[in-house]
């Protein structure tokens, strides 16, 4: 063995720029100590491939050290740039990227989910033709012989359909076989279906944000980037007490959006209402002469529309969701040029689709009609997307996927494609900033990545995605520093930007609305069905029905008693594309002529879990996400959603303080709070303590899921959170407060506050639940005997008991993802947040690190995109947590159990207007 | 004519109490008994080893059956030391026939009461760790917790009763002893019965002994329900969070045991024969006493919906309202129904003396008692202070199985007693004669 020759390999490296050099033999234990798992596929792999770990040891550092790799994560089209925790060659735990401004440190709860898709069971193992396993070297061979047949054509009646992707190199390398194949067509199924325009917005310059049906602070991929923007301008008016600085937020849609429940006025419209008020808006912007008909509601919205943006000018915003179609997002750019808001709150973004492509409703038919012989499928899930389509007709159907999911089950090659953290690859961020995926493992199973697949149908040299990645990187943006790139992640390239919107429309004005319109939105917790697989992602409950492991039909209450259903009934939803069938769910606050629902689910996948379950929307919608719909009851046993909860009315006016900037403003600073910390008992230092803002909550959940990976914390499945057995350490309360109104909702993230009286301390029989020194609620896991006493007393209710044998999953590959550092908890055993207290420690030995930033963070709160949570030493007065305690928002949840809880919410401040 | 009747009496007592038709009954009735049992064995087979997931207990509802039939359990026992104790300090010899019967309740109540804990637990194999055994790492139970409190009491309790039901059989014991001819039995009985042999010296110290087991079980009526009751108004949890639990759970104990003594003595008295020792006085006396509790259990409801209804806390009136009209509205109007009103007919000597109404009455008391429990524990988790995290309990098919495992349990053990153990206190019941004989003559 020899160690490598080659000095321009690049190699995997970390946060420190440290790289492997070492011996194969040695790494290639390492890879087999890995997959010990897959043992029986890794006999497969000719060679250990170029990944090389890090094997000779670093100063500083030992073999039980987590490194740090900055990598980026693409989901949906978008690349997320993240910073990978890895211990012994297994990725642990993903961490937003500080030094990009899409991420700032902060994640979604899609990357976060990323961590278990890795590791999933359920990934294809490797390549099969017709069933059968097959080697890796014969599938490519499949390959070759495609491309043979294409040649002959020169692709005529062969068809690639493409995942979104935000690489440049992709692009290019689609190009170069569009040029090769004329005639081959190339279809890029983009199951958002709202890539090809891009405004960038500056949300820190925006006084008044007009959301219509958008759900810019949650629903899209850079929504974390505006809701960190937009709250940060709005805590610092609350702190200032700045009516100026103080931004409003104003919200019409169908649906209600997480956006919608941060609006400080939310109006239920249905998009055809909302299409009006735009043409009335762009009439009086003078941009279209002729009369727009409107009714009198519609009317005194669109006026105080106009009122408002006009006082604000030139620091407003008016957006329209991403949803709709092109003439009328460019007909709300219209209006807000000629308002004048251009340079200030927003800016029109080049973007490059990909040029001569077909549109997805054009393939649909043209394979329905038979003009194909061959497709091959590189991650796109046509089958799913393109519900109408018939695939029977294809003599050969290969198929590239994580997953298996509709395509894979009609194809008859498969395999399976790399997963993002076995990756090499080059992506932009959604700020259009470069991004560098290095994995972090070696690939689990004989698998090929995107880039890989491409290169093979180009008969290029090098196919490998780590020669790709190197040399895309010195192509594409001649940067031949490879290892500084891939240290920090980021690479400084040049912004493109436009200054034009190239606008032409015509426009159809029908006085008459559809009575009914079916919408479907992107799913708040398995976004288009990526994460279908992912019981992570599947049982993180839906920001506002709560519901877990399924979407439905939510409907009004209004339009529910017109067709006489209640929750769990079945309808029917018949549009001029398709239909689809699935329960409904009765939401407050949706509009009452509209049936909204998600996509992502009803897939036709031969599994338990996720099979057949939920509503697919693609069926009645296609590519558009607005149709008109009739809907029909159908009779059919209701289905029991798993909620995580069920009532949604607060009468108790200690849980949750909502105040107007006026109160706000008039409120006196409250005496020194409570006794926290101060009694004899903590006077040591420091003292651990935090602060939940709910005026910045967003309700995204990314912080139940980083707990959930932090924390080891199982999943536990449907018929378990039915029977309200879920497990996750912090939840996101949602409520409705009828004293203030009856419309309006509150996000709360309760987790254990770690009282100072803890009233689980004091019950425990065999003292499992103690104090520390340092103020924090302990569990002692192994003396626990599981009377659940604790629980009954808690009067948070942040105790999670494992009924069962929850763990029992982490028996297969998941085993691998576990954090060394936390306990895996038994079968009666009670569990809690502890405020990372694993972290806490590792802080305290000083063993961060140099390379992180030191600065202490609970996995809650370092992938807040809002920085709703603060966590740190309450002994230091100069500290956020400390400073935010004594902030005039400040309560402690039921104050009057006199817990002194050391965990504190600031009151939801919304900027109210009469 | 009364002499005639307790010469018979007196010749049944000596020769002896069941016929070998009523043995044979019972045999049999034990053995189906037995097999029945399976169910028990398996609910618990099945609860080890899966976990208590396999009951309806969630979060927040995170005590439900193991719970609520411990404390019915416990309360059926109270009846018991209450006859055989409290009765005994204030020189009611009329229950003197009945006071064995009702120990043996006490103890094979205590018995069913005594799985459930264990059951309860996410990992039974642990209970150990309950008691304060010198452990290595210097660990010792939590002593603020009331649970750790119930450990105590409920041993202490059970060993007394023990010892209460052992030491009145002894002159028993004896009796037999002079009866049987092997001479081994008579060796196994005399280091049994620690060398009993009717001095007047021993009656003495017999009945010197009893009188202070009797005093130290008075005390443990009241305290045993008391500290089972701390288990709640100690807790902070709206409708647990109380202190009138301790006298209302004392109460409730002794009514539920005295609506089980009637269900078991009626029974027993028709199909054993066993009239002229559980005589109707008997019967009388212990609806009576049910009569009073319960009444005394409508007085601590209408004080308990009070507090709550004048509570500072304002979701002490939500609480109250669930529990009449929210999801087990049906439980509340039920336990109203079978503990204040159905027993307030027992009022009318015409409906006390109807032996199929009073077993009625007393079984309606019983479900009543169990549902009381339901609601106070059930009802007040379920409606937590935050609404987000309030939680239907549905109590799954093992919740029943394990339960009704216990009643099979109960009277199998019941009847074995029965079937082998002297279960009037012959002795006693023969001192009683005589002093009847020296007054009529």
Not at chain 1, 119 to 133: A, D, F
Not at chain 1, 759 to 776: D, F, L, Q, Y
Not at chain 2, 12 to 36: D, M, Q, Y
Not at chain 2, 208 to 216: D, H, I, K, S, W
Request: glycine share 6%; net charge positive; charged share 20%.
């Amino acid at each position: 063995m020899s160690s490598l020759e080659d000095k321009d390999t690049i190699q995997q490296t970390d946060l420190l720029g440290r790289t492997a050099q070492g011996l194969q033999r040695r790494e290639f234990m390492k890879g087999a100590g890995l997959l010990a798992g897959f043992g029986h596929l890794f006999g497969c792999a000719k060679k250990p491939a170029e990944l090389i770990p890090y094997v000779s040891e670093v100063e500083k550092t030992t073999q039980f050290q987590s490194q740090y790799y900055a990598t980026a994560l693409e989901i949906a089209g978008h690349s997320h740039p993240v910073i990978v925790k890895s211990l012994q060659g297994r990725p642990i735990k993903i961490e937003g990227h500080p030094l990009f401004a899409s991420s700032s440190g902060a994640t979604s709860l899609y990357a976060q989910a990323e961590l278990y898709n890795l590791y999933n069971p359920k990934r294809i193992q490797s390549p099969r033709k017709k069933g059968k396993k097959i080697e890796m070297a014969k599938l490519q061979e499949e390959l070759l012989l495609q491309v043979k047949k294409w040649k002959k054509t020169q692709g005529e009646g062969y068809a690639l359909t493409l995942a979104p992707s935000s690489s440049d190199g992709t692009r290019k390398r689609v190009e170069k076989l569009k040029q090769a194949y004329p005639k081959l067509d190339i279809v890029t199924l983009d199951p958002s279906a709202s890539g090809d325009f891009h405004v960038r917005y500056d949300l820190k310059k925006t006084k008044l944000l007009i959301a219509l049906d958008d759900n810019l602070l949650s629903g899209r991929a850079d929504a974390h980037y505006y809701a960190r923007q937009f709250m940060q301008r709005r805590k610092k008016a609350l702190k200032k007490h700045d009516s100026l600085e103080m931004n409003r937020l104003l919200c019409f849609e169908p649906q209600l959006s997480q956006t919608g429940v941060k609006a400080d006025e939310r109006v239920a419209l249905c998009p055809f209402e909302i299409k009006q008020i735009i043409l009335k808006l762009g009439e009086w912007a003078g941009l279209n002469n002729n009369k727009t008909t409107i009714n009198k509601k519609n009317l005194k919205h669109a006026q105080k529309i106009f009122k408002e943006l006009s006082q604000s000018r030139p620091n407003a915003l008016l957006t329209l969701g991403q949803h709709y179609p092109l003439e009328w997002k460019k007909r709300v750019w219209e209006i807000n040029q000629k308002l004048g808001f251009k340079g200030h709150t927003f800016w029109p973004e080049k973007t490059q689709a990909y040029q001569g492509q077909l549109a997805p409703e054009d393939f649909s038919e043209a394979l329905s009609s038979g003009k194909y012989k061959g497709l091959i499928d590189l991650g796109a899930n046509p089958a799913y997307l393109l519900p109408n389509a018939q695939l029977k007709n294809l003599d050969e159907l290969l198929c590239f996927s994580i997953f298996p999911q509709e395509t894979t089950k009609a194809s008859h090659v498969t395999c399976p494609l790399k997963h993002d953290l076995e990756t090499w690859k080059l992506g932009k961020d959604s700020l259009n900033q470069l991004t560098c995926t290095q994995p972090l493992t070696q690939p689990f199973f004989p698998s090929l990545s995107h880039d890989e697949v491409l290169a093979i149908l180009l008969f290029e040299k090098k196919t490998s995605d780590r020669k790709i990645f190197q040399e895309d990187l010195s192509s594409l943006y001649k940067i031949n520093d490879v290892k500084k790139a891939l240290q920090s992640g980021k690479i400084n390239t040049k912004e493109t930007k436009t200054s034009s919107f190239p606008i032409k429309a015509s426009w159809e004005n029908s006085a008459a609305g559809p009575a009914l319109e079916l919408i479907s939105y992107p799913d708040p917790s398995i976004l288009y069905g990526e994460y279908s697989h992912n019981p992570w992602a599947q049982e993180i409950p839906k920001p506002v029905s709560k519901i877990t492991w399924m979407n439905a039909f939510y409907l009004s209450p209004k339009l529910a008693e017109k067709y006489e259903l209640k929750t769990g009934d079945y309808i029917k939803a018949q549009t001029s594309y398709g239909e689809s069938e699935g329960p409904v769910s009765i939401l407050k606050g949706v509009a009452d002529k509209t049936v909204i629902t998600t996509w992502g689910y009803g897939r036709d996948i031969e599994d338990s879990e996720i099979g057949g379950k939920g509503v697919n929307a693609k069926k009645a919608l296609g590519s558009s996400s607005i149709r008109e719909v009739e809907i029909t009851p159908l009779k059919k046993a209701p289905y029991q959603f798993a909620t995580t909860q069920k009532e949604f009315n607060l009468e108790n006016e200690t849980v949750l303080e909502r105040l107007s900037f006026k109160e706000l403003k008039k409120r006196e600073p409250l005496p020194k709070k409570s006794a926290a910390y101060s009694s004899e008992e903590f006077k040591s230092s420091p003292q651990w303590g935090m602060t939940i803002d709910l005026t910045t909550c967003i309700g995204c959940n990314a912080c139940t899921l980083s707990c959930q990976q932090e924390n080891n914390i199982p999943f536990v499945g449907e018929d378990e959170v039915s029977k309200g057995r879920e497990m996750h350490w912090i939840r996101l309360d949602t409520y409705r407060v009828p004293k203030f109104d009856d419309e309006t909702l509150h996000f709360q993230p309760v987790t254990c506050v770690h009282c100072e009286e803890a009233p689980c301390e004091t019950v425990c029989p065999v003292n499992a639940t103690t104090h520390s020194e340092e103020g924090t609620n302990q569990m002692v896991y192994n003396r626990c005997i599981g009377t659940r006493y604790c629980s009954n007393n808690c009067p948070y209710k942040v105790r999670s008991f494992n009924f069962y044998n929850y763990t029992k999953h982490f028996n297969k590959n998941l085993k691998f993802a576990l954090n060394p550092d936390v306990t895996v908890r038994p079968k009666g055993v009670m569990e809690k947040c502890t405020y990372c207290v694993q972290r806490i420690n590792a802080h305290q030995r000083n063993e961060a690190d140099a390379s992180r930033d030191s600065q202490l963070q609970t996995a809650c709160q370092s992938v807040c995109p809002t920085q709703a949570i603060q966590f740190g030493d309450l002994t230091d007065s100069t500290h956020p947590v400390q400073v935010e305690r004594q902030s005039e928002r400040y309560f402690d949840l039921l104050a009057e159990l006199g817990t002194k809880p050391r965990t504190g919410y600031l009151a939801d401040v919304k900027e109210e207007r009469e | 004519m009364i002499a005639d009747k307790l010469k018979s009496i007196d010749q049944e007592l000596t020769i002896g109490l069941l016929s070998p038709l009523a043995k044979k009954r019972l045999n049999r009735l034990i053995i189906s008994l037995g097999v029945l049992l399976s169910v028990l064995f398996i609910s618990i087979a099945v609860l080890f080893y899966r976990g208590v997931g396999i009951w309806g207990i969630n979060q927040p509802v995170a005590w439900g059956f193991a719970i609520i039939n411990l404390v019915w359990w416990i309360g059926i026992g109270h009846a018991g030391t209450f006859i055989s104790a409290v009765l005994l300090l204030t020189k009611q010899t009329w229950r003197n026939s009945i006071n064995r019967i009702a120990e043996a309740m006490t103890i094979v109540a205590l018995l069913c009461a005594g799985l459930f804990p264990l059951l309860h637990l996410g990992r039974p194999w642990y209970f150990y760790w309950l008691f304060p055994y010198p452990d290595t790492m210097n660990l010792y139970p939590q002593f603020r917790s009331p649970l750790a409190w119930d450990v105590f009491a409920v041993l202490i309790y059970t060993m007394i009763s023990l010892i209460f039901l052992y030491l009145g059989m002894v002159p028993d014991w004896a009796v037999y002893r002079s009866r049987t001819k092997s001479a081994w039995l008579k060796k196994i009985i005399k280091v049994m019965t620690f060398g009993w042999s009717f001095k007047l010296g021993q009656w003495l110290i017999f009945e010197r002994t009893m009188f202070f087991l009797a005093g130290f079980a008075t005390v443990l009526v009241i305290s045993v329900h008391s500290i089972i009751s701390f288990d709640f108004s100690v807790g902070n949890v709206s409708g647990w969070h109380s202190t009138i639990f301790p006298p209302y759970f004392v109460v409730g104990a002794v009514f539920s045991g005295f609506a089980m003594i009637i269900c078991l003595l009626v029974p027993l008295r028709k199909y054993l024969h066993l009239e002229s020792f559980i005589t109707e006085e008997h019967l009388d006396k212990s609806a009576k006493m049910m009569l009073y509790s319960g009444m005394l259990m409508i007085y601590f409801y209408i004080l308990e919906f009070f507090m709550m209804s004048i509570a500072h806390h304002e979701h002490e009136q939500y609480l109250l309202g669930q529990r009449a009209f929210g999801a087990h509205g049906v439980a509340f109007w039920s336990m109203i129904l079978f503990n204040c009103l159905l027993p307030l007919t027992l009022l009318k000597q015409r409906w006390r003396s109807s032996h199929p109404w009073l077993v009625l009455v007393s079984l309606g008391v019983l479900v009543g008692m169990w549902l009381e429990r339901y609601i106070i524990i059930v009802t007040s988790l379920e409606n937590d202070r935050l609404p987000s995290v309030r939680q239907v309990f549905v109590p799954t098919a093992w919740d029943w199985s394990l339960f009704a495992g216990t009643i099979i349990l109960f009277i199998f053990l019941f009847l074995v007693f029965i079937r082998f153990f002297p279960f009037l206190p012959i002795a006693e019941i023969k001192t009683w004669l005589e002093e009847k004989e020296v007054e009529d003559e």
